[in-house]
């Protein structure tokens, strides 16, 4: 009886095993690479066999044919090439003994099915597989749908076409003819009085008409001389408004249902009449601003809509009761109901800071779910775009990877990345990166598209673990060569900048050198000034952050700072309050940590108020003596920062001193307040700064408040 049971379960086993075994072989020694005979089909094998045979490289032992006369040696294996237009999937894999086929609705499909297989290969042939990226496809029988079927991750190194075409991505580069805000492209001879919006009855240069004929013509004019009708490829058309509030109410687009606020209605007018004139290409629209609200009118089968994220909480884990998310899941479900083609536009990156480490794509899992559960089918993460930014050739690859299938688990798609592409230094980095991720996603802390870098120490950066890995980078630069040595250089140039931020952000001794006593750095401030002026030698890496930006200003910005005569304060204990909402600002630091902002960036240094405002503290002056009260304010009229309406100075509950426009040294962007005063000693010292009456919802922007 116990013999009988081991016998059973020996023959179970050996069956189980043999089942097993039955699988493609991978290190099988003869391929030969075959398809159904048909134009696509063929191409696509033929794509698959040139490029193998062109890293096959050493010959050593692979046997590689191709034909379509299903012509296999006795001990060879195939693999089978399929276009499928019709398939119900987008891509199957049927996995037999022998042959491993497969089929795809298009040959880009199978061209990126080429590129993992490839990879896989290589870890069982000597084929040359060093420039792909890793492979995450078991290649297991199945049918497959994408998680996402517009994907793109605007990032540098997917807007490299060919890079784009092995991970199976979208991108501006070569898949759209007309993007973003840019309508005024095709208008090639200047905008027609006709296409200009009409608002409150006068036309405006500031929008445009999307019900005038002009406009329509001018949009099929542009498409036709550059595009033509897409029977070779079809192209994709975005049709937005300009980036405001602005909406044309003439009579034609008030027919439409454009009303104060409402645009949707003429724009779906318009993105329909060319749906309908070039059933080959797409034509696209933004939900956001005017566009936002859906259109009373169905969309054609080739028009759609990217929903903007823009108000949508950047924590990984959302709270489906917040308004914010109550009100993204209600946006899109109108616009759902209006068109089958709903994307959404997205954010991966701090367009305040490029370079600072950021936790993004435990968020990113997080959010494609969400996406998918509300019938979401396309998503455009915005990023740092031409721009270099760290790790942004690993965030390319991963995120491509979990738009295509968002079960995939992150830590081992970053891991095996940097293990091929980064062998000296890759688990250092993979390390860094994964347990600030994790602690992201723990704290469900957000990563917001606007982080100033004295906000981002403040939540999801941590200044002394980053210390502790830049430390460690430039201690393994001596053990690197080849490609690894050049982006580790390039990684460490751009990373100074984040390194001289925590400099700037801890702040100066009165003598002007940091204190660095907890400091795990190699390198001081002029020894990473001069390695951030490197920036020089890489391509895309010149700016730090979207506006204003420039790695040229900030090195300026930074020797001008060094240089600077740094007085004592006597101003100190400083508590700052809103007059109207009684609020306490948190970073009244920012007033005497003797640190001028600088006049190119409004984030780095500068205390910002939306309203009046009062300064509380005390002074150590001496009694009866001549002092001075110095004062400095930004100005910057995009963001309605102004010299202030009037500012007054309390010393023990009394007005000493009031100060109004011709008070300040008016300079190109600060002002400067700098007036005598007699204070009394020891004095409980009140600044009242009333914020610029003229400019509607002006700011106030303060670096410093010295009394000396």
């Not at 991720?437 to 598209?449: C, G, I, M, Y």
Request: one cysteine or more; hydrophobic letters at 35%; aromatic letters at 12%.
């Amino acid at each position: 009886m116990f013999h009988s049971k081991i016998i059973v379960l020996f023959l179970f086993f050996h069956l189980f095993n043999s089942c097993e075994s039955k699988g493609f072989d991978f290190s099988s020694a003869q391929l030969l690479i075959a398809s159904n005979g048909d134009k696509e089909s063929s191409e696509a094998a033929d794509y698959f066999h040139h490029h193998l045979m062109k890293r096959n490289v050493s010959n050593n032992g692979l046997w590689i044919e191709r034909s379509d006369v299903q012509r296999k040696p006795a001990s060879g294996t195939i693999i089978y090439f399929e276009v499928v237009p019709d398939l119900g999937s987008d891509y199957e894999i049927i996995n037999e003994e022998r042959k491993l086929s497969l089929f795809a609705q298009d040959r880009s499909t199978l061209r990126w099915l080429s590129y993992l297989l490839m990879d896989k290969l290589g870890n069982e042939h000597p084929i040359n597989v060093a420039d792909l990226p890793p492979n995450y496809l078991d290649f297991k029988s199945g049918k497959v749908h994408f998680d996402m079927k517009y994907r793109e991750p605007h990032l540098r190194p997917n807007l490299e076409v060919d890079y784009a075409g092995i991970i199976l991505t979208h991108s501006i580069e070569k898949d759209w003819g007309l993007w973003g805000h840019h309508l005024e492209r095709v208008f090639l001879e200047g905008v027609p009085e006709e296409s200009h919006a009409e608002v409150h009855g006068k036309r405006t240069q500031d929008q445009f008409c999307f019900t005038s004929e002009q406009t329509f013509k001018a949009v099929c004019n542009f498409i036709i001389d550059g595009y033509g009708r897409g029977e070779e490829e079809s192209k994709w058309f975005m049709i937005n408004p300009n980036d405001n509030d602005l909406v044309c109410t003439c009579a034609t687009c008030r027919t439409q249902g454009n009303a104060d606020g409402n645009a949707t209605g003429a724009i779906a007018y318009l993105l329909n009449k060319l749906a309908a004139e070039y059933p080959r290409h797409y034509f696209f629209t933004t939900a956001y601003k005017s566009s936002r609200k859906a259109p009373m009118k169905k969309l054609a089968t080739n028009a759609g809509v990217f929903v903007s994220t823009i108000d949508l909480p950047k924590n990984p884990m959302l709270n489906k009761n917040q308004q914010k998310v109550i009100g993204f899941t209600r946006t899109v479900k109108e616009w759902k109901d209006k068109t089958d083609h709903v994307y959404v536009w997205d954010y991966i990156s701090n367009f305040d800071d490029y370079i600072t480490p950021a936790p993004v794509l435990q968020r990113v899992k997080k959010h494609i779910n969400y996406f998918s559960e509300m019938g979401v089918d396309g998503i455009f993460f915005n990023g740092s775009g031409y721009d270099y930014a760290p790790f942004d050739d690993m965030k390319t690859y991963v995120i491509s990877a979990l738009m295509i299938d968002n079960t995939l688990d992150i830590h081992k798609l970053m891991e095996n990345y940097y293990k091929k592409f980064y062998p000296v230094t890759g688990r250092l980095i993979s390390s860094y990166l994964l347990e600030m991720e994790d602690v992201a996603l723990q704290k469900n802390t957000a990563s917001d598209v606007y982080v100033p870098f004295r906000s981002a120490i403040a939540t999801y950066f941590d200044a002394k673990k980053f210390e502790d890995f830049y430390s460690k980078l430039i201690k393994s630069k001596p053990q690197l060569s080849g490609q690894e040595d050049v982006k580790i250089d390039q990684l460490l140039t751009a990373l100074s900048f984040t390194q001289l931020q925590i400099i700037y952000d801890q702040g100066f001794l009165k003598s002007g050198v940091r204190n660095r006593a907890n400091s795990n750095s190699l390198v001081m401030e002029q020894d990473l000034l001069s390695i951030l002026a490197k920036y020089n030698n890489y391509a895309g890496l010149s700016k730090y952050k979207e506006e204003n930006g420039s790695f040229e200003t900030y090195l300026s910005e930074w020797k001008a700072l060094i240089k600077a005569d740094l007085k004592t304060n006597h101003f100190i204990n400083l508590e700052a309050t809103g007059l109207m909402s009684g609020e306490i600002y948190p970073d009244t630091r920012l007033l005497t940590d003797n640190l001028p902002g600088f006049t190119s960036d409004f984030n780095q240094g500068w205390f910002l108020a939306g309203e009046d405002i009062q300064i509380a503290g005390l002074t150590h002056l001496k009694a009866g003596k001549s002092e001075r009260i110095s004062i400095r304010f930004l100005i910057n009229d995009k963001h309605r920062m102004a010299i202030p309406d009037r500012v007054e100075i309390f010393a023990n509950e009394k007005k000493i001193l009031i100060c109004r426009g011709e008070d300040f040294t008016v300079g190109t962007t600060t002002a400067l307040l700098d007036k005598k005063l007699i204070m009394p000693e020891n004095a409980t010292v009140k600044v009242r700064i009333y914020s610029n009456k003229v400019i509607k919802k002006s700011v106030i922007a303060c670096d410093e408040i010295q009394l000396y």
